[in-house]
């Protein structure tokens, strides 16, 4: 059908929306999507080859082929369209472990042994050596041992299991001894008091919400007593007129009654970030050398890794929490052994800093911020008008439930439009595709490359040249927009 047709033909073999609807190849499309949305995409997508047909002045082909392409379209509109799918963000809230975006991106080592180690069969639960069944994780424990000098090591789903696991295999039909300053709500409704009655052991809050002394701890232990549990904060603090024992003290105490004493780290650093300014994370090597019995803490925050929860300490509590029934329901798959597996080499290594993105993104100094903001705004502030992109001083922070009272010097990328509000702006970026997440701080839009990887920017830049040509949210809803927002010119990053 090459020869030139004239416009009534074309319109003529152009199906209608009815007709589409009820074809059978779309009662998928319609029960995933419903019935409003496939018809409203179809109408676009109609409309786009009305246009290209008729300028062209040819159709495809005979109608079956006609049909097809209009269904392939729709596909592709309707995924692009299902803005719930997982999918990769741009991450220029500044948040280093954002929680709502993915906390930890992994180290390029981590993606690599989980691509190796998903492409293929690999030795999760079989010992190479003997030819026979093995145990999962052993070499990922003995690697945490020696980073750690913990005498043994468990990998669960995440740190809220590793706390609920350990709680229910040392303290199980006892008490559970906890200041009343550490009965927090981690987020996302973790309640420390819930999973202690989870666990099926009892609570029993000593002292009081500023201050509680060792001598609290001391009177409240009985015969039902199983465990001291110390929890850090995360991303609650108690200042002023503050007072808790030292964990080395705590340890001592709990050695002595022979409870064994459990701390919830939550972000848990395995590096210590007191020069970066950041005071309160006591890593995990110093909690096990204060005498603690058994420390958790998550694989996805400071660490850097993969989600999950780590659980290190004394062999003996160890062997009861590896053996608990709960174990099997929480237990880690191969990609996140993989992944963490690369992760922790890396810091056994020394390279972590470099390597894990989490990690160099909290290293950041102001003036390598600085620099990045303006090679970036060299690169892409001259053809951008009527935007006015500006670096500003500001901060990031580092998220996670960690550090919350520190804030991360940082130069920001501050962007403004003579007429549109940084609302506007915002929410334009965070439709396209990749999302890019700003953050609003007072009237403005700003952008922190901290937490933009260096391989995003380009695709960054691409978006705000995009968005200096859009003329506002009246056409937000048409057909060019949209399509604009499906197709950015530049797709090297994924
Ligand atoms: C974050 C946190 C948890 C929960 O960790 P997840 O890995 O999110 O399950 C538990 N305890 C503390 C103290 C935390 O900060």
């Known amino acids: 059908m090459s020869q030139l047709m004239n416009r009534q033909e074309i319109l003529r073999a152009l199906p209608s929306v009815d007709q589409l609807l009820r074809l059978p190849a779309l009662e998928e499309a ?102 026979k069944r093995g145990k999962r994780g052993t070499g990922l424990e003995a690697m945490l041992g020696d980073l750690l000098s913990a005498p043994a090591a468990a990998v669960v789903n995440n740190c809220a299991a590793a706390v609920l696991l350990t709680l229910n295999a040392l303290a199980e039909g006892g008490e559970v001894i906890i200041s009343r300053g550490e009965l927090v709500e981690i987020g996302g409704s973790f309640r420390i008091p819930d999973v202690i009655a989870k666990s099926g052991a009892r609570l029993r809050e000593v002292g009081t919400t500023n201050r509680t002394r060792l001598s609290d701890y001391e009177a409240a232990i009985t015969p039902e007593t199983k465990l001291i549990l110390r929890v850090h904060p995360s991303n609650y603090r108690i200042v002023g007129f503050t007072r808790k024992p030292e964990l080395s003290e705590l340890a001592a105490l709990a050695r002595a009654h022979q409870i064994p004493l459990f701390d919830d780290l939550g972000s848990g650093s395995l590096v210590d970030l007191r020069p970066i300014g950041i005071p309160e994370e006591p890593t995990a090597a110093e909690s096990l050398a204060a005498g603690v019995s058994v420390v958790a803490f998550s694989g996805d925050k400071l660490l850097g890794g993969p989600q999950c929860g780590i659980i290190v300490g004394e062999a003996s509590h160890l062997q009861r929490i590896k053996s608990n029934p709960l174990m099997r329901a929480l237990r880690v798959d191969k990609l996140t052994y993989a992944a963490l597996e690369a992760t922790v080499a890396s810091y056994l290594r020394g390279t972590a800093r470099e390597e894990i993105p989490a990690l160099a993104a909290l290293h950041a100094t102001r003036g390598e911020t600085a620099e990045r903001v303006t090679r970036f705004l060299d690169r892409t502030a001259a053809n951008i008008l009527p935007l006015r992109l500006e670096a500003v001083d500001g901060s990031s922070v580092v998220g996670g439930g960690s550090a919350p009272e520190v804030q991360l010097p940082s130069v920001l990328v501050r962007v403004a439009h003579p007429t549109l509000s940084a609302a506007e702006l915002e929410t334009w970026l965070r439709q396209q595709t990749p999302p890019i997440i700003g953050r609003i701080e007072g009237d403005h839009l700003l952008l922190d490359l901290r937490t933009v990887h260096p391989e995003e920017e380009p695709l960054l830049a691409d978006r705000l040249l995009a968005l200096s040509a859009w003329s506002g949210p009246e056409t937000a809803n048409d057909t060019r927009q949209t399509r604009t927002a499906d197709h950015p010119a530049t797709s090297s990053v994924h």
């Open 30 to 131: 319609i029960g995933r999507s419903g019935r409003d949305q496939v018809r409203d995409r179809l109408r676009e997508v109609l409309a786009d080859l009305r246009r290209s047909w008729l300028e062209q002045g040819t159709l495809p082909g005979p109608p079956e082929v006609i049909r097809e392409e209009v269904l392939v379209r729709l596909h592709h509109r309707l995924g692009v369209q299902t803005r719930r799918r997982t999918q990769r963000v741009i991450n220029a809230t500044g948040v280093v472990l954002h929680t709502n975006l993915g906390r930890a991106p992994l180290a390029p080592v981590a993606i690599e042994a989980i691509r190796e180690v998903a492409s293929g069969y690999c030795n999760l639960e079989y010992d190479l050596a003997s030819g």
